[in-house]
């Protein structure tokens, strides 16, 4: 990736539609080799630009997907324990076992499971997505800030694995958390926003194709309306609208009505207390 | 020819100050700007090309910011840098609030405070600390106050604990099947003693909401250093505590207090909070947080206090509602009423009435004692 414009053009070809603030933000990670830190909304493409970028550089993406309690162990790598002692006993069966020799076939790559970031480091060049970090604890940030800036980890039975060429990381944030301000400053940061109506009709016609032109306005119109109320328990992200636009289709409906749009509410919200509020306003919603 | 590059010109600078004089005039605004930053400021900007406007924006909003609170002090900076050099924000933009410290100026009225409601003959007899314990803070003077701030640091809190999904090596309990196996593996296979294992534990988090308005204000200073000293004592525990003042707007404070000296860490919350004896909009700010931090996360399986006299300007039935919201998310859920330790109190205030249906506990909050009990309350949660 060569400039700001070939990072849109190239993450566009693969359905992605990136405005230029996170095209550049992009090109910048890539050249200073530093790892994005992705905050938003739920639903608004923060993955999603992860396995556009896995996609558009034909790179494998390998995704960890963080949780409360989640260690090194899970995100690194462990050992297959009982395929080792198969192992040690087939080597029993067939004689004499020299311990050190045995000792020394047992800690072999054959039984190492890479886990996430081992992986990552280890098929290099790839595209390691580190999703939802905000849901791990402190001590996770300090492990995965280690490998962020060194790129290498250290097995003690095995040796340390660097990465040929860093990986491109994403990180995303749902900011139930804030985290800690070293990751931070290690990673460039961007913030991704709802997009506005005509590049939301725009995302909806290259990722779901078969939806019409007309239900896609229709449907994004009325997805806009309801992210400016603010009496939503959870407001719409894209992942909704095109969940709900592709629900519509497969119903074929071509031309939203009331009854269509109150039947498949329930791919765009997710709450009942939303699901009722927006039931009583739809009818107002859908004549303007 | 380019703004930046102009602006450069006109100035006789190098480029490079000018940048960094930017990265200098954003951390006179309040965002915290580290040299490293700045230096991934200058790659980036060298790495998209000096003379693009534009392009240095979206460079600088990467590699300097690193919540949307700074980047909505970084526009406003970077639009007086960059656009007119003369009219640079000054530091802080924000008016300053009433500063937390003003206690400790002398008064001009002599503590002549009456005895509060809950002291009784025992003031005699018990030392002077003790009585503090128990008095109101609102009606202390400004040497009574001093003593007490001191007597904080006897607040201590445990973290309340959670279950873990991970295991811990334990002497009874399940079985370890992998360490079991790594055993045996020592020997060469040869088959010994079994491992066991159990769930771990691992600390709550602890939300603490602290109403800030004008009926509150007797009290936000005492409830601030509580909530200091919670923060610091869960920390020591390796327990989070988070903490957020709410008025007529949210505001998240945890930062500040995690500075160790109390006063500091007061004064630095006093200068984050924009709304210092205002309105209370407790139901608005309440649904703020739980759409902004409660509902994604934050409050999700902790503990979460509300410290307010629930006099609420707003709808009461909002409150209400965003309340069973909260209660639903959080593993429990504290409110904590100055007023309720003190004779004649009935829970009776439009916003208590429609909150006490959606809390665990409700308490007194008006006196060190009733600080220690709360902690109490916390710990068991």
Not at chain 1, 176 to 181: A, Y
Not at chain 2, 140 to 159: C, H, I, N, Q, Y
């Amino acid at each position: 990736m060569d400039s700001v414009a070939d990072v849109a053009a190239r993450l566009r070809a693969t359905g992605y539609l990136a405005d230029d603030e996170l095209a550049t933000v992009v090109f910048l990670a890539s050249r200073m080799q530093r790892p994005l830190l992705l905050e938003g909304e739920p639903g608004t493409g923060k993955t999603a630009l992860a396995e556009a970028l896995a996609q558009t550089l034909d790179l494998p993406l390998v995704r960890l997907q963080c949780y409360e309690g989640i260690d090194a162990s899970q995100a690194l790598y462990d050992w297959d324990f009982p395929r080792q002692i198969l192992h040690l006993r087939a080597l029993e069966a067939a004689g004499s076992v020299d311990s050190d020799e045995a000792e020394k076939s047992l800690y072999d790559e054959r039984f190492l499971l890479a886990r996430p970031v081992l992986a990552a480091l280890r098929q290099a060049p790839a595209v390691l997505l580190v999703d939802e970090v905000d849901r791990a604890d402190d001590e996770f940030e300090a492990f995965l800030l280690e490998v962020l800036s060194t790129w290498q980890v250290t097995i003690p039975e095995f040796g340390t694995v660097t990465a040929p060429e860093p990986p491109l990381v994403v990180l995303t944030s749902n900011r139930t958390r804030e985290l800690h301000d070293a990751l931070k400053r290690r990673c460039l940061y961007h913030w991704i926003d709802h997009p506005g109506l005509d590049r939301e009709v725009e995302i909806v016609r290259s990722r779901a194709p078969e939806v019409g032109e007309q239900l896609a306005r229709q449907v994004v119109s009325l997805v806009q309306q309801l992210r400016v109320r603010d009496d939503l328990l959870k407001p719409p992200g894209v992942a909704e609208t095109l969940d709900w636009a592709r629900a519509l289709t497969h119903l074929g409906t071509t031309d939203l009505d009331l009854e269509s749009a109150a039947a498949t509410l329930g791919a765009l919200l997710k709450y009942r207390e939303d699901a009722d509020r927006v039931k009583a306003a739809l009818d107002r919603m859908l004549s303007r | 020819m380019s703004d930046v590059a102009e602006a450069a010109e006109e100035e006789r600078h190098a480029p490079d100050e000018v940048l960094l004089g930017f990265t200098r005039a954003l951390r006179a605004s309040g965002v915290p700007v580290t040299q490293d930053r700045a230096h991934g400021f200058l790659a980036a900007v060298a790495a998209v090309g000096l003379g693009d406007r534009q392009a240095t924006y979206w460079a600088g909003r990467a590699t300097l910011c690193g919540s949307p609170d700074d980047l909505a002090r970084f526009d406003q900076v970077f639009a007086g840098w960059f656009d007119h050099r003369d009219g640079l924000p000054r530091a802080r933009p924000r008016e300053t609030p009433r500063p937390a410290t003003a206690h400790l100026l002398p008064e001009a009225e002599t503590g002549a405070a009456g005895p509060g409601d809950d002291e009784d003959v025992q003031r005699v007899a018990a030392s002077t600390s003790e009585v503090l314990r128990h008095r109101d803070v609102a009606t202390l003077d400004s040497a009574e106050k001093r003593r007490l701030d001191a007597m904080f640091v006897r607040l201590a809190l445990r973290p309340p604990t959670r279950r873990t999904a991970r295991h811990r090596a334990w002497h009874r309990g399940d079985v370890d099947a992998s360490r079991t196996l790594r055993n045996s593996l020592r020997r060469m296979g040869e088959p010994g003693e079994i491992a066991w294992r159990r769930r771990g534990t691992r600390p709550r988090r602890v939300v603490l909401l602290v109403d800030v308005s004008g009926s509150m204000s007797a009290y936000a200073d005492a409830l601030l250093r509580l909530a200091h000293r919670l923060t610091q004592s869960a920390r020591a525990n390796g327990g989070v505590v988070e903490t957020f003042t709410v008025g007529t707007r949210l505001t998240h404070v945890t930062r500040a207090l995690r500075s160790p000296d109390a006063d500091r860490a007061i004064v630095a919350a006093g200068e984050v909070v924009p709304d210092w004896s205002g309105g209370t909009r407790l139901g608005e700010t309440l649904r703020v947080f739980l759409d902004r931090w409660g509902q994604r996360g934050m409050a999700r399986g902790s503990v979460v206090v509300v410290f307010s006299d629930g006099w609420e300007r707003g709808d009461a039935a909002l409150l209400g509602e965003q309340m069973a919201r909260l209660q639903r998310v959080a593993h429990r859920v504290v409110w904590v009423n100055p007023h309720r330790g003190k004779a004649g109190y009935a829970p009776l205030q439009g916003g208590v009435v429609a909150a006490l249906p959606h809390c665990d506990d409700f308490l007194a909050g008006h006196s060190l004692a009733t600080f220690a009990d709360l902690t109490e309350v916390i710990s068991r949660a």
